[in-house]
């Protein structure tokens, strides 16, 4: 069960007032284990909002799709020393950004000269 900040810092406050375990218990429904567990996160600041910061990435999107435009039959790996990354890389972007894989026109011309001598 998740219990908000605010709940969990009058639960250790109400304990530091001087009551028992018995007591924190009863009121709050909580055991001493979770109680020592909770007073040292907040001692620590553990519960203080971290700024989540963007990564920095290698392949710009834009400029990705700009190159991806510009020679869209462009092997991974041409792509990847362009942009000076690993060839993986350049695949999972693209794949984030739902370019897919080179259509091929069906039906080939190989298979269709096949098919007409066997009719």
């Given at each position: ?47 203080e909002?971290?700024i ?13 799709k ?11 790996y041409e ?22 894989l ?10 269709l000269?096949r ?5």
């Amino acid at each position: 069960m998740a219990y908000s900040i605010d709940y969990k810092k009058r639960a250790v406050a109400y304990k530091q007032e001087g009551h028992t375990f018995k007591q924190l218990r009863e009121a709050f429904g909580i055991p001493s284990e979770t109680y020592y567990d909770w007073k040292e996160k907040l001692e620590s600041n553990y519960y203080e909002k971290k700024i989540k910061r963007e990564r920095f990435r290698k392949i710009d999107r834009e400029k990705l799709k700009e190159a991806v435009e510009k020679k869209p039959d462009a092997f991974l790996y041409e792509l990847a020393e362009q942009f000076g990354c690993s060839p993986p890389a350049v695949f999972y972007m693209l794949e984030n950004m739902n370019i897919t894989l080179k259509k091929r026109p069906l039906p080939i011309a190989k298979n269709l000269k096949r098919n007409v001598r066997n009719i």
